[in-house]
């Protein structure tokens, strides 16, 4: 029924032509107006439930990525997703003329208060690896559930080895996940720090030096007054997590990080590499400092888990299973020719289920990949993606686990994940 429902929105619309439900999704959140639509690039979707049960979907807007019009919107839904409201701007100049471009957002939800924190990338004129990751780490919060949201404020982040060494230049940084509450209270978030031009002068953002770190919201769920926030930059040191990139080992390509809480306390991280695998890293005094990066296995001695120089988000249900998004290949499918063709590889998106084991230095097993959208290689859009799935978000919600995903850059997406592809009974326990 739900589908049904879909279609005949859509038709309603005059949009079913535009293969928007190609993905076979249980629900459409956005769907640009048309060809040459300034909506045109819609991606780095993050959807929460908030404390009211409303959801609210943010995500980063443009005509085409990293265009000067680059901006974060939101759109709201009281309904469990069934409807939502137009798009509204919270962040960036649609207009472009200013250049300061508004990117890669994420919200924290306050458990006891529902007060909403919104933070993003906010460049503020200077450009140093990219204009959309050279900027502050700026916020507003909404105490409202989102309809009404608080002046800009900024947070520092701290300066590292491949910084820029002038402190008014802002980093080179990007945020793809929501950050997680860890059950000592803890609110952390991992995010991608890219060398500044001064430090490496040539080389795009899959050639450029990388780490892995981490920003600590120290007082977000106990400070009353949202002016007084507090953030520590982990790990200590100057250097992140580094993954040697095959061709180029003087540099580390290691990006697009996830964390999430074992059960003993440790932290364990996935990212992104040029590898063509995913590789993980463990830290046993709360993301103060990590072991050496490894590739991730189905089980400690099994085959690696394949993926693209593409996002591979780590999430965790709350009866402590594990769900690894990702698109289960090196990076040669669809006629790829390597990790970093993103216009071919980054297609079908999968999902393998996660449990933890009594293995000290890889303490998690997987199911083997099971597909959940696809899109068959239509490309659409500004720039003409058949990427599924990259930078989606994952929730659960009285019973039911949603998965909100971006279908080409293009189309904005969810759907619900059944307890049958969640089913873990495969695993040895």
Known sequence: MRKYALLVLLMFSGLVGCNALISNPDFVVFVPPGAGSSEGTNQHFLVVPTVKRTFLAFWTQAFHENDPDQRVVMSRSTDRGRNWSKPVLLAGDPSGKSGRRASWQFPVV????????????????????????????????????????????????????????????????????????????????????????KVQPEGGLFERDSEIWFL?????????????????????????????????????????????????????????????????????DSGHSWCKAQPLRYTPDGPKVPQPLASCPLYKLKDGRFVLVFHNNSGYANG??????????????????????????????????????????????????????????????????????????????GKLLSPQILDDSGLPR
């Open 110 to 197: 306050v458990p006891h208060s529902g007060r909403v924190y919104l933070f993003w990338n906010q460049n503020v004129g200077v450009v140093d690896a990219r204009a959309d990751t050279t900027g502050v780490l700026a916020y507003r919060w909404s105490d409202d559930d989102g309809l009404a949201w608080s002046e800009v404020h900024t947070l520092p982040i701290r300066k590292s080895a491949i910084s820029h060494p002038d402190p008014d230049v802002p980093e080179n940084w990007v945020v793809y996940q929501c950050p997680i509450i860890t059950p000592g209270g803890d609110v952390m978030v991992g995010f991608t720090r890219w060398a500044s031009r």
């Open 216 to 284: 600590r919201f120290d007082n977000i769920l106990s400070e009353p007054d949202p002016t007084k926030l507090r953030v520590t930059t982990l790990p200590d040191g100057e250097h992140g997590i580094r993954v040697p990139c095959p061709d180029i080992p003087a540099i580390s390509v290691a990006q697009e990080p996830t964390f999430q809480q074992l059960s003993d306390g440790r932290l364990i991280c996935v990212m992104r590499t040029r590898t063509g695998f995913i590789y993980y890293a463990l830290s046993a």
């Open 336 to 413: 790829g020719i390597g990790p970093t063709d993103s216009k071919r590889n980054r297609r079908p998106v999968f999902l393998a289920v996660g449990r933890e084991i009594e293995h000290l230095q890889h303490p998690v097993m997987f199911t083997r990949p099971r597909m959940i959208a696809d899109n068959r290689g239509i490309s659409t859009g500004p720039s003409q993606h058949t990427q599924i799935g990259t930078y989606p978000s994952l929730f659960e919600f009285e019973g039911q686990v949603y998965f909100w995903y971006p279908d080409r850059k293009h189309y904005l997406l």
